[in-house]
């Protein structure tokens, strides 16, 4: 079974330039959760799916960032225009139907630059 | 909202000994513990987990106790070998929802 993927494995833009991750979750799973860690710091929660609809999207910074599954199965995340502060790694999880946070399988992650 | 707070940020132990990690958490309604271990270069991976209707997990040379009083549970790893050197990440669930994630601790196991 394969895992949960994510496209690129790096990044590397200038400010203000538009980016766009890509996670493809493990077949099956409805949930698909995207986290973020900058540097040192802890992994941050971003949003959640359930299938197509966004049920917690409270750890978006700001409207910079727009998040979409569409048909409910692969996700991509936008970040425009990019700033200084995005940079960091973006990882992606998924679960199964009902399964939520519990025994979530993570993604390699994005590591994205932002000069 | 949840915050968790894990210690320390590195250890270094010698091969064969001990390894305790600890994390601290603030919502007491949290009821889901998991511990996530990522190697270098590699994606996080599920190591363990405790819900909150019991205190202690064992899984082999890894284990986590959890006291739901003082809000902090702990992951304990015997006889660290090369292969257990890692970022280990701490995280807090109430009911299933989001993960809330410590800051990670970076252990080395030296040989």
């Known amino acids: 079974e394969a895992g949960v993927t994510q496209f690129p494995s790096h990044s590397v833009i200038e400010k203000g330039q538009t980016v766009t991750l890509r996670c493809d979750p493990i077949?099956?799973?409805?949930?698909l959760y995207w986290y973020r860690r900058v540097m040192g710091k802890e992994i941050k929660f971003l949003l959640h799916f359930v299938k197509e609809s966004k049920q917690d999207e409270s750890g978006m910074p700001n409207n910079r960032f727009l998040a979409e599954r569409t048909g409910g199965t692969y996700s991509t995340l936008k970040v425009q225009p990019a700033e200084l502060e995005d940079s960091g790694v973006y990882f992606c999880?998924?679960?199964?139907?009902?399964?939520?946070?519990?025994?979530?399988?993570f993604g390699p992650g994005t590591r994205l630059t932002v000069l | 909202g949840e915050n968790v707070e894990q210690h320390p940020s590195t250890l270094s132990v010698q091969e064969g000994d001990s390894a305790v990690i600890k994390c601290t958490y603030s919502d007491s309604a949290s009821n889901y513990f998991p511990w996530y271990k990522q190697e270098l270069g590699k994606r996080p991976q599920l190591i363990i987990d405790i819900r909150s209707n019991v205190g202690e997990k064992k899984d082999q040379r890894i284990a986590v106790t959890l006291n739901k009083t003082a809000k902090h549970f702990s992951l304990h790893i015997t006889e660290t070998q090369p292969e257990d050197s890692a970022v280990y990440f701490c995280?807090?669930?109430?009911?299933?929802?989001?993960?809330?994630f410590g800051a990670g601790t970076i252990l080395r196991v030296k040989s």
């Open positions: 077949s099956g799973h409805d949930n």
């Open positions: 995280a807090a669930s109430k009911d299933g929802n989001k993960l809330v």
């Open positions: 999880a998924s679960s199964p139907p009902g399964q939520g946070a519990y025994e979530q399988f």
